[in-house]
């Protein structure tokens, strides 16, 4: 057997272009942008894998049956369904309290640059970097502040879906 792996950024993420409306970021959009990358590597068979916030998009893209899978895999990520009546309650609002976080408008962008994205270089500072990405100033903790663009908002996962093709 032999696959080939795309790991690849929602659109607004890494180098990917950044859609100015709020909306071009919904799911249907995403999905849809999952349908595109599966069509350009003409795979014939498909392991979609989402993971965190890219979960949901893999269970939209799977329900909507958009392109036939061989196996979907979500990692870190509920049933949308499940999700939405958990949501009910307030043990589980509590739990998901960065998802609201991240939809109100500038409200993420001001915290996380605050102060120089102090807040960032605390939550990142003592992670292990290898080597050559320490002397990348794109992914060093030290950059924290200037890693988000304060001009775009961020409404949106930070996660991503992850397809191997075959």
Sequence with gaps: MRYRVWAVNQR???RTTRPTQV???ALPH???DVTALINAASAQSVVLIGHDWGAMVAWCFAAEQLHPLERLVIMNGPNPLCFRTA????RQMRKSWDVA???????AERIL???GGAIVRRMFGGVA??????RRQSCH??????AVDQDLPLHLPRHGSYARLR
């Design 101 to 107: 976080f991240f939809q109100l408008p500038r409200l």
């Design 87 to 90: 949501l009910r309650h307030w």
């Design 23 to 25: 909306g071009d970021y």
């Design 141 to 146: 903790p030290a950059q924290a502040g200037r």
């Design 129 to 134: 970097l290898p080597r050559t990405c320490r």
């Design 12 to 14: 607004g993420y890494g």
């Design 113 to 115: 640059t605050g102060n």
């Design 30 to 32: 995403l999905a849809d």
